[in-house]
């Protein structure tokens, strides 16, 4: 662990700064397994190499790395790197976890990113949010659902599922501010609004889960739980259906 951090990590975000795209990228997955692999050691990474990690991104885009044929295979890097950096629990700066956030905003809901790259972010989301978000920022809270909760009706598929995976692995006190509200706009997202929506199941299948982990992160009463169950069965009939009819 001694030779790790004090000179593999060095080299590896060292080589961030390289003209070598694969050497980019494989260096941020080799960094986020090194420090899960630390995560009981981590006061043996220097503040030097701390303060380097929270800037990753910010050399990365320095150097291109975001565009061109090459750019989704590095944001789906990117996003490995803030799962294991936010497994590990590395320290963060308040800059680092909005910059990041807002990253992983725009590979969640924009349908232009491959599915790989959108499924890689809701899994760094997860373990960035239950990680970095705290009870003491509530306004940071309001915000992030509201901007997902604003995309759930959005004309692009790829978009309205991303955001509905999003609240699906985001924590209770994220969800829980105004739960009965959140399973209200939830619910329509999980019926077929007109006949050309029968096949897009996998809209309706990521607010189930979204709503799912409301009532497993959230205090739900009766009344909610009996609007989930509702919500659940719905989505089951609608798909026996469409197989019945194919």
């Not at 060292?14 to 990228?25: A, I, K, M, Q, V």
């Not at 469409?242 to 194919?246: A, G, K, N, P």
């Given at each position: ?45 220097s503040d030097d190499l701390i303060y380097k990690m929270n800037y990753t991104l910010s050399v990365l885009e320095s150097r291109g790395s975001f565009r061109g044929s090459g750019g989704d295979e590095m ?138 982990n409301v009532q497993l992160v959230c205090p739900c009463n009766s009344e909610m739980r009996a609007q989930i169950y509702a919500c659940c069965w719905s989505v089951w009939k609608t798909i026996a259906l ?5």
């Open positions: 662990p001694d030779y790790i951090s004090s000179h593999v990590l060095p080299l590896l975000l060292g080589s961030l700064e390289t003209g070598d795209f694969n050497c980019r990228h494989g260096a941020l997955h080799a960094i986020g397994d090194i420090c899960v692999g630390l995560k009981d050691r981590l006061d043996q990474i944001r789906g890097a990117v996003c490995y790197y803030i799962e294991k950096i936010s497994n590990a629990g590395v320290k963060l700066t308040s800059e680092t976890i909005k910059v990041w956030q807002e990253f992983l905003n725009v590979c969640i809901v924009n349908p232009e990113q491959f599915v790989g790259v959108q499924a890689l972010s809701v899994e760094a989301l997860r373990g960035f949010s239950w990680q970095y978000y705290t009870e003491s920022n509530p306004e940071m809270w309001s915000h992030i659902v509201e901007h997902y909760i604003s995309q759930l009706r959005h004309e692009f598929t790829a978009t309205r599922v991303g955001s509905a995976l999003a609240l699906s692995v985001l924590p209770g006190c994220v969800l829980s501010q105004d739960t009965k509200s959140l399973l209200k706009l939830l619910t329509p997202c999980t019926k077929v609004q007109n006949k050309s929506e029968t096949s897009l199941a996998e809209c309706r299948v990521s607010a189930v889960k979204a709503i799912t469409t197989v019945e009819e194919t």
